[in-house]
């Protein structure tokens, strides 16, 4: 115990004097916070769509319900809506060389007497039924279907209006506007059919603290990828340094045990780890005013993390002799886990194969459960991935006793 | 000279193979308590890797490592505590100075000996502040000693002690490690200096190819192997010359002309001494008294001898 403690304290002492291991490890994790921060902080995302109305009267303005419906879509804040001719001809292919825009709103000609159309079908089905449910006399319902027969063809048989929205085929935000339209022409429809209260609704609520920002969402997913960086791509580095210039095998003739050297290593580390994590949440919170600082329950996951991590580079660092080899083999595995768990974007952006195999990696759990605990302030699914963090961690220790040579040192 | 002495190292048949290559090829010697025990041999010889496989820094393929009569593999931490090591190519933590990393191998060892003490001992105390990374080679190699020596070790490997220091670094080297048997240290060094073997050494093994080819003191060894003592008379003209060449006549095995000199051939150092102060008395000055060393022993064993990088030639 009194070694472990003896080397950890000079691990730490060591590296805290290396003035560019000091600088890159903080400035790393900085720069990737700085940069995300300025890219996202800037508010909300916008979708460029272009409008063209083709339901306009003899005197070429708009029906009132086109002009009704163009206005719901105006009124929508992620998207800027352009206008585009009613004679403009949208029927070749690259609409982008002809609006200027990758997404292309087209109203029919007739929109709106169509919508009156369907509006009084809809009207006169939904009295026929409830004529039919409730307790109507026979006199009754036959004396009020006789008058909807009576409005004849207006009851309409030519369907709904048939909006289209043209895309191009590379574009990323189609799916994104294609949603927000969909719920505004659900809203549209309902006004249509008389129905201005919603039978059902959904609201947002904001949970954990007020005024999260992207710096907030970001944050957890910075301090994911330094630990993970730290331990999978700098200690195999620093470990296959120390094998290469003797220091180690200075170390292996003294009495001090190989489990002892990879301990105080994983400790040394982890310590650093949370200590440049609290770094960069002192820097978000002084430059960008970030809310979702780490609590006990958090710090705690972080050690964890920490500790699995960098087993994982004293696994890697006993494998390898060369400090470059080191690093190429770290990163190998830390960017892979990175970019498939979900750090810097949301998995349902990735195909449902790539999906499914980011589940099955520690870096998704990490991150989500940082993420439930920093932002969300909630605990769903954290017990279960400290105790998968606390078991890599432990098969890594066993992993790096078994792999790290303390003989045979050239 | 030294057989009464209890051996603390014992190896019996020591053999160490990389792949296809014999690094250490069956090695049996012992080390006893109190010497200074030198490994001579050429680069490549498997000195450093005999010395690891005593150490436990190395698995030997076969044969046996006995440290103070306990079996090394099965009592290697314990024994470890027992000795201190200077490797050839140390290195420590260089962002740590000097009195840190002598501490910190101390505490490694659990010793109580006193740091500054120690420090001192190598003439460390003014560089007791430095960071190891900004010292010399020569006060590396000595930071590397006191770091060996914390431990107050039963035996002290010393690797290559002196190689690439200065003339002055040498020699103070030598005078520290000259000193340590007698504070109870027995003393294993490898090198391929010659000089360092005859200044230091109480025995020596000649290490060729993995092979040990000779183990005994320096001067049993040259009687054995060394050939004989030689006396140049060197004739500048107006000497007494056939006075010379009979002196040399009546005590040399043979007498031959070289080069505008008398070369007197003697088995025996005595006879040699004699027969120089004899020639000395005629009133001749140009006389050489040559004694052979540990290069004539090596060429005598080895078939070569060694350049100073520790290369054959």
Known sequence: ?410 | MTSDRSAVVQTRDLRKEYGSTVAVDDVSLEIYDGEIFALLGPNGAGKTTAVELIQGLREPTSGEVTLFGQDLQNHLRALKDRLGVVPQSFHTFERLTVRENVALIGDLHSASSDVCEVLAELDLTEWAGERFGSLSGGYKRRTGIAMALVSEPDILFLDEPTAGLDPAARRATWEHIEGLPELGTTVVLTTHYMDEVEYLADRVALLVDGHVEAVDSVPALVDAYAGEVTVVVHLAGGEPEAELESTLESRAQAVHRREGALVGVFDDRQRAQEAYSALQDIGTHSIDLVSPGMEDVFLELAGASLAPGGELR
């Open chain 1, 1 to 410: 115990m009194r070694r472990l403690y003896r080397l950890t304290v000079t691990l730490l002492r060591d590296w805290t004097r290396n003035r560019e291991a000091v600088f890159f490890a903080l400035l790393f994790p900085l720069i990737l916070l700085v940069i995300f921060s300025l890219v996202f902080a800037g508010g909300s995302t916008e979708f460029d769509v272009a409008v063209q109305n083709n339901d306009i009267d003899t005197e070429g303005e708009p029906t009132a319900l086109s002009a009704e419906l163009v206005d719901a879509v105006e009124e929508v804040d992620p998207l800027a809506v352009h206008h585009v001719d009613a004679n403009v001809s949208l029927e070749r292919e690259d609409i982008e060389e002809v609006t200027g825009y990758k997404r292309v709103l087209v109203v029919p000609a007739g929109f709106g007497q169509r919508v009156r159309n369907e509006s009084g079908r809809v009207r006169a089905t939904v009295i026929r039924g409830t004529l039919a449910r409730f307790n109507v006399s026979e006199a009754q319902q036959a004396e009020a279907i006789a008058g909807l027969d009576a409005l004849g063809p207006e009851n309409g048989t030519a369907g709904p209006a048939r909006l289209r929205l043209l895309t191009v085929p590379d574009d990323e935000g189609s799916g994104a506007v294609g949603s927000i339209l969909d719920s505004v022409v659900a809203t549209f429809n309902n006004r249509a059919i008389g129905i201005e209260e919603p039978t059902a609704t959904v609201t947002t609520e904001e949970r954990g603290d007020a005024a999260l920002g992207a710096v907030d969402y970001f944050l957890p997913a910075f301090i994911v990828a330094m630990v993970l960086i730290n331990g999978v791509m700098t200690v195999p580095s620093a470990v296959a340094d120390f094998k290469r210039d003797g220091t180690l095998k200075r170390l292996a003739a003294t009495p001090l045990r190989k489990r002892e050297w990879i301990l105080a290593n994983v400790i040394q580390q982890s310590i650093l780890a949370v200590a440049i994590a609290l770094v960069m949440v002192a820097v978000a919170w002084l430059l960008f005013g970030v809310t979702a600082v780490p609590g006990p329950l958090a710090l705690c996951l972080l050690v964890l993390g920490a500790v699995a991590f960098t087993a994982l580079g004293m696994v890697v660092g006993g494998t390898i002799r060369d400090p470059g080899s080191a690093v190429s083999l770290g990163g190998a595995i830390a960017l892979p886990l990175l970019f498939i768990s979900g750090v810097f974007w949301e998995l349902d952006l990735m195909p449902p194969t790539l999906q499914r195999v980011a589940e099955f990696s520690p870096v998704t759990h990490f991150h989500r459960s940082l993420r439930e605990l920093m932002i969300l302030d909630s605990t769903t699914g954290v017990a279960a991935t400290a105790a998968m963090l606390a078991a890599l961690a432990v098969v890594f220790l066993a992993g790096a006793v078994a792999v790290t040579d303390w003989q045979e040192f050239d």
